[in-house]
């Protein structure tokens, strides 16, 4: 039945992925009452779970060799120190799974770094954090966060998708945990998506880094969603002409297959897989070989049509710009976890691919998890609530979300929203227009979303619009469905735009922003670039000091 139900917890975890867990496992065991909302099912949500993840889960002598590898990947862009806390606490953390999953063994000893199966993964995750005493919501995607007078952040508000009607949830403390984008590419696991958690915290006043490191790619089956890329590397490709691409690597590869990808269809044949990994394919990657099975296809023997689908964020590097070890997100109050926040101190300007992400997923929810507990027990509700009064603040939080466009009737305001949505996909994806970019094509871009977020973001008399969030009521779930849509979309549109004023900002070639124009790496971009605001995107290109770019510091790297 439809109606409105108001919670409170000492920790409001928004998202149900990889890091949402980790961060609500954290905090509970940290003593803090936790309630976890989720967009979808926690335990089936984000890419993790349709995925075989691998962790970067290194003794501590490996770990310098790695650091300069990823730092030259990543083109001089990364933080040693927090590249070294990372990796220390997954050493620390991942042991905690030996007594749920069954790792590899090799020499008599767990492999923890190889593949684990995702849907296994976050099925222990989801039992993990209910054994803790974590209150799971599934089905409650949060629309927007409240804030109490003196700014900092009080809680969150949302829908509730199965019963109808609207929830609010006051909290001490919230940590974001909603995951990347891919700009709706129909990369596997990524369709719930949508950049929801970037908009709230942007319209508290969060701010963005690396958001113009978002034009990974990852091949599949042209007719498939299945992005495990592994078999693709044994493949031999023809493009439109029959003729055969010569490549070595995926690092030349990719853009040679994309530029033939522009020019007409590109087909391969796993002909070069050798016979032992042949066998263990099944084992290793079953998905891999469904969608082709079904289609009567031999990948070894039969060549089929590839593609590339975007992967945005989601393994590419951006996402709120972290201001503290303990993953704060500039905001009193409100931290982040996993793929919402900013990879580029551990990756660079290099996609973070399975192990540095998933071990950012475990890492940033640890930190971000006893932070939030720690700030829940200082601040409990009452006394947050006092402290909000004396700063001239309401007992109530309001709600800092802007209100999302829904014009004319329901079916009118789906066909709106709906092309908006393939508008922002377009121009985020396209192969021509996001992996090859230019200054002329990243402004061209960027002046059709700025038009679209006059048309998602509603006048400041509110115009015709449904609310979102505490405020909204409660309506049929249909009702709530639109608007949630609604919110997505407006979300699609926000982030597309950070991403093209930092790339356009980032005139040379680094990493995986690459730009036909000024084709170069220019040493005055060691530097980050953030990005924030709405209405009007403002951005910032602060340099690195020669400290932080040489310099170890033994002290910070401990701190885990």
């Known amino acids: 039945m439809a109606g409105h139900t108001d919670l409170t917890a000492g920790v409001l975890v928004i998202g149900g992925g990889l890091a949402a867990s980790w961060a609500a496992l954290t905090a509970a065991q940290q003593g803090a009452d936790v309630i976890l909302v989720d967009k979808g099912y926690c335990g089936t949500s984000g890419v993790t779970a349709t995925a075989g993840v691998g962790h970067w889960y290194l003794p501590p002598e490996a770990r310098e060799a790695e650091i300069a590898a990823r730092t030259s990947a990543g083109g001089g862009l990364t933080d040693p120190d927090w590249m070294h806390r990372t990796m220390e606490v997954a050493w620390q953390r991942l042991p905690e799974l030996d007594r749920y999953y069954p790792w590899p063994v090799r020499d008599g000893q767990p492999v923890r770094n190889t593949s684990v199966r995702g849907p296994e993964y976050m099925r222990v995750m989801r039992a993990r954090i209910r054994r803790a005493g974590v209150t799971v919501l599934d089905f409650h995607p949060a629309t927007e966060l409240l804030l109490d007078g003196d700014g900092s952040v009080a809680g969150a508000s949302g829908i509730r998708l199965q019963a109808g009607g609207t929830w609010t949830c006051r909290a001490s403390a919230v940590i974001l945990a909603t995951g990347g984008t891919a700009f709706l ?28 490191f978002s034009c990974f790619y990852t091949l599949a089956a042209a007719h498939s969603t299945m992005t495990r890329s592994f078999p693709f ?13 010569a490549f070595e690597g995926p690092r030349t590869g990719l ?11 590109v087909t391969v044949v796993l002909d070069r897989m050798p016979q032992p990994t042949r066998d263990r394919l099944p084992h290793v990657q079953p998905n891999f070989l469904l969608p082709l099975l079904r289609k009567g296809i031999d990948p070894f023997n039969d060549p089929f049509p590839v593609t590339l689908r975007g992967e945005g964020t989601i393994r590419g590097t951006g996402g709120i710009a ?34 540095p992400n998933s071990a950012w997923c475990v890492a940033s929810g640890t930190w971000s998890g006893r932070a939030a507990a720690h700030r829940a027990a200082q601040r409990p509700l009452a006394a947050a609530v006092a402290a909000a009064a004396a700063a001239g603040g309401s007992p109530s939080p309001r709600p800092v979300g802007h209100r999302t466009r829904v014009v004319g009737s329901a079916i009118a305001a789906e066909a709106d929203t709906e092309e908006i949505r393939r508008a922002v996909s377009r121009e985020l994806n396209d192969l021509d227009k996001n992996m090859f970019r230019s200054g002329d094509g990243l402004r061209r871009s960027l002046a059709l979303l700025d038009d679209l977020w006059t048309q ?16 909204a009521g409660g309506g049929r779930e249909e009702a709530g469905r639109d608007a949630l849509r609604a919110r997505e979309t407006a979300a699609l549109v926000a982030a597309g735009r950070w991403v093209l004023n930092s790339a356009i900002v980032r005139q040379e070639s680094r990493g995986m922003h690459q730009r036909s124009d000024t084709p170069a790496r220019d040493p005055q971009f060691t530097a980050t670039v953030r990005a924030w605001g709405l209405d009007t995107v403002l951005t910032a290109v602060e340099p690195k000091t020669e400290r932080q770019a040489r310099e170890l510091c033994p002290a910070t790297r401990a701190a885990s």
């Open 185 to 212: 590419s129909r990369l596997l696991g990524a369709n719930n998506n949508t950049a929801d958690g970037h908009l709230m915290a942007a319209e508290a006043g969060a701010r963005f880094s690396g958001m113009e």
């Open 233 to 245: 590397m044994y493949g031999t490709y023809r493009d439109c002409d029959g003729s055969e691409l």
């Open 255 to 265: 853009p040679m297959i994309a530029k033939a990808l522009i020019r007409g269809p």
């Open 322 to 355: 972290l201001t503290g070890p303990d993953c704060e997100a500039g905001v009193d109050g409100l931290y982040a976890a996993g793929d919402v926040a900013s990879r580029q101190p551990i990756v660079g300007a290099a996609s973070g691919g399975g192990q």
């Open 456 to 471: 998602v973001r509603p006048p400041d008399d509110g115009g015709a619009g449904v609310g979102v969030g505490a405020g």
